[in-house]
C-alpha cells in the first residue's frame, strides 16, 4: 500500500514563494500519474496539478502559470513549486496518484496570509 508525506507548507506573505515535498513509500515509477491536491476550508479537494513518469504536465487554471510540478523518480519525491500565492490559495495539500486515488497522507497547511 503506498503511502505519501507532505512537507513544506508554512505561513507566506502573498506574494511569496514555497516548495512542497511528498515521500513516497516505494517507487513511485509505478505510477503513471502523480498529482498535487489541495482543500480549503469548506471546500472539496481538487486536483491543482499532475505529472506523467514521461514529465508532461497539467494544471488547474487557477494556478497556470504559478506553480510548477516536477518529480524525481529515483527518490521516489514529487515537488510542487508555488510562486507568486495568493490568499486563495490557502489549504491543506496533499499528493496521490491520478486519476484514481490512494490512502491520503497527513497534509502540509499552506496559509497565504499578511
Known amino acids: 500500500q503506498a503511502q505519501f508525506a507532505e512537507s513544506g507548507g508554512g505561513l507566506v506573505q502573498p506574494g511569496g514563494s514555497l516548495r512542497l515535498s511528498c515521500a513516497a513509500s516505494g517507487s513511485i515509477f509505478r505510477f503513471p500519474v502523480m498529482g498535487w491536491y489541495r482543500q480549503a476550508p469548506g471546500k472539496q479537494r481538487e486536483l491543482v496539478a499532475r505529472?506523467?513518469?514521461?514529465?508532461?504536465?497539467n494544471y488547474a487554471d487557477s494556478v497556470k502559470g504559478r506553480f510548477t510540478i516536477s518529480r524525481d523518480n529515483a527518490k521516489s519525491t514529487v515537488y510542487l513549486q508555488m510562486s507568486s500565492l495568493k490568499p486563495g490559495d490557502t489549504a491543506v495539500y496533499y499528493c496521490?496518484?491520478?486519476?484514481?486515488?490512494?490512502?491520503w497522507g497527513p497534509g502540509t497547511q499552506v496559509t497565504v496570509s499578511s
Open positions: 496521490n496518484t491520478f486519476p484514481q486515488v490512494r490512502s
Open positions: 505529472i506523467t513518469t514521461g514529465g508532461n504536465t
